[in-house]
């Protein structure tokens, strides 16, 4: 089953991500997609990051709050506020995404 990623129209224009260089974004939606892909709840184990080219930029995305250090681990900030919980079953997911649509519908 194909996962989902969240993705604000905003992106770009968060505040945290407004400083980051071309590449510290690029970096930074490559732990998204692999988080995603894998559905590990933007957790992502500390040898990943080497092996898709982000272990230069982790200092800035450390810097400006979207990545934390878990352990031996790193963790993409407030990842289960906007994309649903990891490896859960496709029912749970579906739950999840259709009462985002009704938070975000209600909210108008």
Do not use: C, I, Y
Not at 43 to 58: I, Q
Not at 61 to 74: E, F, H, K, P
């Amino acid at each position: 089953m194909a996962d989902n990623l969240l993705l604000d129209h905003l992106f770009l224009e968060h505040p945290k991500v407004v400083g980051l260089t071309d590449a510290e974004k690029v970096s930074l939606l490559r732990l998204m997609l692999w988080s995603a892909g894998q559905q590990t709840g933007g957790v992502v184990p500390a040898r990943v990051p080497k092996a898709l080219g982000v272990s230069g930029d982790l200092a800035a995305l450390v810097g400006a709050g979207l990545v934390d250090r878990n352990g031996r681990a790193w963790r993409l900030h407030d990842w289960e506020d906007w994309n649903p919980p990891g490896r859960t079953d496709q029912r749970a997911r579906a739950r999840w995404f259709a009462t985002r649509r009704q938070r975000r519908w209600r909210r108008g």
